[in-house]
């Protein structure tokens, strides 16, 4: 599949007619929020996990040298939190670009911390996009994330901001922390 997805993210009717629907954010979306919304609530969904196996050649690298960027990948039993927002249709034309390197709008089931269930939609790149660049160790990805750099500014920005914001919402993930770590350690020598 392509890593340029508007065109395929344009096709899905799931929620037309809708006059609002929430998104889940896991990644960037928690603490960049450059769109409108109606509401926002920390949330999270099961059966996904946070990856950083998705190359960015439009953000956070080029397509020379992409960066890598977090992506959802099933795992049975995993519970992924976030943030998710209450949006409106025209919101799409916007996050469609903004998620377009590979990201596809899927449906999923979102659960709110007073665990209210919603029907929203995740934006998810799968394995099989050119830019997916796949499963690495912990210090493998800190050391890729070192030295990219893209339109959206450093790597290592796009990972701090993320661990701070986890931070922010009183949740641990194992495998941002650990990046996180490996890279102070390589920032420093």
């Not at 960015?56 to 990948?73: F, K, Q």
């Not at 927002?85 to 916007?94: A, G, N, W």
């Not at 030295?147 to 920005?157: E, L, V």
């Amino acid at each position: 599949m392509t890593a340029d997805t508007i065109a395929i993210n344009q096709l899905m009717d799931k929620f037309d007619g809708h006059h609002s629907v929430w998104l889940f954010g896991y990644g960037s979306l928690i603490y960049k929020a450059d769109f409108p919304y109606l509401q926002r609530r920390p949330a999270s969904i099961a059966g996904w996990t946070r990856r950083f196996w998705q190359g960015s050649h439009d953000h956070r690298g080029t397509p020379e040298a992409p960066g890598r960027v977090v992506t959802l990948i099933e795992e049975p039993g995993a519970i992924c939190h976030g943030m998710a927002y209450l949006i409106t249709p025209e919101v799409f034309v916007h996050l469609d670009h903004r998620e377009k390197n590979g990201y596809l709008r899927l449906p999923l089931s979102i659960t709110f911390e007073d665990e209210d269930e919603v029907e929203g939609l995740v934006y998810i790149a799968t394995p099989d996009n050119t830019a997916f660049l796949g499963a690495a160790s912990e210090q493998e990805i800190a050391a890729h994330i070192a030295r990219a750099a893209g339109p959206s500014g450093p790597n290592s920005d796009y990972l701090n901001h993320l661990a701070s914001a986890l931070r922010e919402l009183g949740r641990h993930d194992q495998h941002v922390f650990e990046i996180e770590r490996h890279l102070a350690a390589l920032q420093s020598k």
